[in-house]
């Protein structure tokens, strides 16, 4: 068993806790977490996959990872916008209602 | 500033039964473990691809103009992703970008006087924010030869900004003039560049191998500042948000308050922006 594939396993299972909590879970914001959780799980697998034997990691994957995780912040912090957008609105109805 | 996200609310109305949730872990957890064991027994090593990426960036690498694999992959040859990753950072940027007004007249950075601030965060800011610029600068310059790059770089520069508007001392506004063209500079440039080496190698983000050196530093100056800028912007947004539902009625005062007080005795910062202050 070498190094890189203990890596991609653990970031097999990182997906699967994500999976679990994104489905589980009922706040909003235990999802966005979740979905982080797996995108730092595939990021891993990348990451582990890059590493040959050999030569040098692969670049590519490497690039692919470091535009992943930019795109990841900006989705998650549109979600949060978003989020805290629904609760704000929300919280209006609910006092307007009353 | 921030408020402690209500992890309760609405817990016990969205939450799944115990069945379903023990359902949902073990179908999870048996599928993760299958996958994982078809990992083990089918490791055979990456050397049955038909084509080596890496052999190919090793080989293309001294026509490239950096000489850091990762960044002559990122801003040469697959430079389409990175461009089009700037603009998904634009866009979210729009999306979330503060709803006050037309273009307000109040400089990028404003020092506030009043406000109550942080003076062990203050006094450590002095130290800390030169250095980390000129980190940002090494990162940047590095990136060339060495992991490092436009990202790293723009990190810092906006892990700078989130420390300084923590201190409760400076302002950001982006909806002023000099916000926009810095949020939109990556952008610009990066376009400007790839079609204006289309009129000379007659393909898009084609650089010329003599000047692809120099193009690749200014594309990542200004995704730096362009970068550094939007994350700084979505703190910004979702800090002030979040501030704003933690106490409605407060805030609005105390926006009134910041209003008023910024007007009197702002000063603008001697770097940030050429805009007179108001």
């Known amino acids: 068993m070498t190094q890189d594939l203990l890596y991609c396993i653990a970031s097999i299972g990182l997906f699967g806790i994500g999976l679990y909590g994104l489905i589980v879970a009922p706040h909003i914001i235990r999802k966005i977490l979740a979905i982080n959780i797996m995108s730092v799980g595939v990021f891993m697998l990348l990451v582990a996959s890059a590493s040959t034997v050999d030569s040098l990691p692969d670049p590519v994957l490497h690039a692919m990872v470091l535009t992943g995780i930019v795109v990841a912040i900006a989705g998650t912090a549109l979600a949060l916008f978003l989020a805290s957008s629904v609760h704000t609105l929300g919280r209006a109805t609910d006092e307007d209602s009353h | ?278």
């Open chain 2, 1 to 278: 500033m921030f408020q402690t996200p209500d992890f309760e609310e609405n817990n016990c109305a969205n939450e799944f039964p115990i069945v379903t949730r023990m359902l949902c872990a073990i179908t999870i957890g048996v599928l993760s473990l299958g996958l994982m064991a078809v990992l083990i027994l089918t490791d055979s090593s990456s050397s049955s691809l038909p084509v080596s990426l890496p052999t190919i960036v090793q080989d293309k690498l001294a026509q490239s103009g950096a000489e850091n694999p990762v960044t002559a992959v990122l801003l040469n040859f697959r430079s389409y992703d990175t461009l089009l990753e700037i603009g998904v950072l634009l866009i979210v940027a729009v999306a979330i970008l503060p709803r006050s007004g037309a273009l307000s007249d109040s400089p990028l950075v404003s020092v506030v006087s009043h406000a109550q601030a942080n003076p062990m965060l203050e006094g450590v800011l002095r130290w800390l924010v030169p250095m980390i610029i000129v980190m940002a600068g090494y990162m940047l310059w590095t990136g060339a030869s060495l992991p490092g790059g436009a990202f790293q770089s723009g990190a810092l520069l906006a892990g700078a900004g989130v420390l300084a508007q923590l201190s409760g001392r400076v302002q950001f506004c982006f909806t002023s003039a000099t916000a926009k063209l810095l949020l939109t500079i990556g952008l610009i440039t990066f376009m400007g560049v790839a079609v204006g080496v289309a009129t000379k190698t007659g393909i898009i983000l084609q650089y010329p191998t003599e000047l692809a050196g120099p193009l690749i530093l200014l594309i990542e100056s200004a995704a730096t500042l362009s970068i550094a800028a939007i994350l700084l912007l979505l703190y910004n947004s979702l800090a002030t948000q979040t501030a704003g539902i933690s106490s409605q009625p407060s805030a609005l005062a105390d926006q009134t308050a910041a209003s008023n007080a910024s007007s009197t005795d702002n000063k603008t910062l001697p770097s940030s922006t050429r805009e007179p202050a108001p």
